[in-house]
């Protein structure tokens, strides 16, 4: 979510570049000739300074445009990645552990993409591995995984109805969730 806005702020900054050096491409480029003789003056325009000018704000606009847009990308492959990657396994039942599928739950509720984008920055340190739908509407079950140590998924509630996503504190519902998730 951060690099979203950090992309935004870039290419905003970009445009303004662009439009602020055309403008004073356009007014140092402008000669007023004035004389004794003709007090009125003639305004001419020297084209190789406003060309020049023009094309040093146009190249440094649109790198700033470039990068704003490769932030973009980034951010789009990193939370794919994210999404879909898959820890090594060593042995034949961590994989039978490991659940990867989604499954449909009859709820009333769906996960938008902003409450995607909450869990993703919750747990912006971890590889997420799996994100279901509970059977009370606003809460999830992430199945997180700590990239630096061997394959040992923690399960998270995490209530995304806020703002941003917090993980539960309350036992009680914590632990009617997480039975309601076994059962499954």
Do not use: H
């Not at 932030?71 to 990867?100: A, M, N």
């Amino acid at each position: 979510m951060r690099a979203i806005i950090i992309s935004r702020i870039i290419f905003v900054t970009g445009i303004i570049v662009l439009l602020a050096g055309f403008y004073k491409a356009w007014n140092m480029a402008r000669l007023n000739q004035f004389s004794d003789y003709n007090p009125e003056g003639t305004a001419t325009i020297d084209w190789d300074t406003f060309f020049m000018l023009a094309g040093t704000s146009l190249m440094y606009g649109f790198i700033l445009i470039g990068i704003a847009e490769i932030i973009r990308l980034l951010d789009g492959i990193l939370k794919k990645e994210t999404v879909t990657q898959t820890p090594s396994l060593t042995k034949p039942t961590e994989l039978q552990s490991v659940v990867f599928s989604q499954e449909e739950i009859d709820t009333a509720w769906n996960l938008t993409r902003e409450d995607e984008e909450k869990i993703y920055e919750l747990y912006s340190d971890k590889a997420i591995l799996e994100i279901r739908l509970a059977n009370l509407e606003g809460y999830c079950i992430v199945k997180v995984q700590d990239t630096s140590r061997p394959l040992n998924p923690e399960i998270k509630v995490v209530d995304v109805g806020g703002f941003s996503a917090k993980d539960v504190q309350d036992t009680e519902k914590r632990n009617k969730i997480l039975e309601w998730y076994y059962q499954q």
